[in-house]
């Protein structure tokens, strides 16, 4: 096979992977040859939006049309070949043609096969990032950009000074249509260098929450770490200061949006207080239950679920939330996703008076809980009022007086879709599910001495 066979059939590979990968980089203001082909238009130049998907897609037309020209000018080259009186030359220019169309073939099928199996690979997209803003160093006299998010001494922190030192951050947005939509600038501030503390208690230690247009102090400082703010669940060491944006008083951690078996130090046993940022453009609410132990598999003390399906920001104080159990040692976490559109979330849960209930047929009585009692307004059920169905029933009548209730008699529980329940006794005592629970008589909340008739309080929550 010849060379130039070789090239084609490269130069038509490079162009399917083209097609079948994505682009993952930021665009760059370019200037292009606006050639004029069938079937491909070229990005006008005054291009102000999703320029670099126009003109990635534009370069892909041109190339698939390059690949075809050089295909026919290869098969014609083979074609004049072949009247050469020279039979040897005869062989060489067969091998060109073949080539030729092959690679013409590789090139339109390609094109056809991505385009049969998802039309979106061939039409190129770019996902935009959360617009921010650029942050500088200040003085009174010139400012210059902040490099990284972090500035472990903030003292000598490698910035070309001019005129003097720098004594401020400012969060420019730029004034720009949107800038009020921008995400907060949070920044934990520390005493000393490399973001120590003065002791093991994070003592002076802070976090702020700076707006677009404001600056913010950094005399006196002996490191920062930055971050723009996101949704989800953060934990204080302090409490929660609502006149301050519900910011949280001493160390706060950054975001979390999933569950944690086993809350990492210095938060583990010490959280007084939870904040809680939501997303209400996109429909996203958070929530929390914190447990005493290890595992959210195990039974033990924990709180009140945390968290409401609306507004923007909220701050809890734990002892101040749970008049119950007011529980000190946070050590693991349920975090949710409230679903505000509860009957989205599934079809229900269903309560059962003997273990494997829904297994057992014509033995069990039932407690379908109801569409307005599954909501986010964080009302617990009461099981002493969730009374059994026992119609078509095999059950003696000896047995529907006396369990009549599920509190009477919990055997266990079919979650058909996305829910967290909770099971909650008057002693602190609590275990969460978010799966069937096929024979609640064999849960752990039992080895520590709590019979399941002293669960007096059920929440049920429709997640994401």
Sequence with gaps: MTKNKYFLLLASSIIFIFLCAGIAHAALEVKYPSIPLPGITAPSADCTSDCLPKYVAYLFGVLVYIAGSLSVISFAIGAVGLISPNIEAHKDAKDRMKGAVLGLVLTVASFIIINTINPALTTLTLTSLPPTGVLFWINDKYRTPVLGLEVPDVANRG????????????????????????????VWTFPRSNFQANDNNYSGVAVWRIKCGQNFIVSGLGSI?????TPGVYYCLGGCDDSKDYMCQGYMSPAHTDSQSNIEAPFARNIQAVRIVNDQANDLYYGVIFHEQIGL??????????????????????????????????????IFKYNKSFGESGDGVTFYSEPFGVNTGAYAGFYNVPDAAISTDGKPLDPSRMDFIYENVDQPEEYIDRW?????????IKIKGSYLVGLYSADSYC?????????????????????????????IIPTK
């Design 159 to 186: 910035q070309a000074l001019i005129d003097g030192n720098y004594n401020g951050i400012e969060y420019d947005c730029g004034g720009h249509a949107g800038a009020g939509t921008r995400p907060a600038l949070l």
């Design 297 to 334: 598999d195990s039974g033990g003390k924990c709180v009140s679920p945390i968290g409401l399906a609306s507004g923007d920001v909220h701050c809890f104080q734990i002892s101040a939330l749970d008049r119950k159990r007011n529980l000190k040692y946070t050590v693991a976490a349920d």
């Design 431 to 459: 275990q969460t599910f978010t799966k069937d629970v096929p024979n609640l008589n064999a849960q752990p909340f039992l080895a520590a001495g709590t019979s399941l008739q002293d669960f007096d309080e059920i929440y």
């Design 225 to 229: 770490k930055m971050g723009f703010e």
């Design 404 to 412: 009549k209730t599920f509190q009477d008699h919990p055997g266990s």
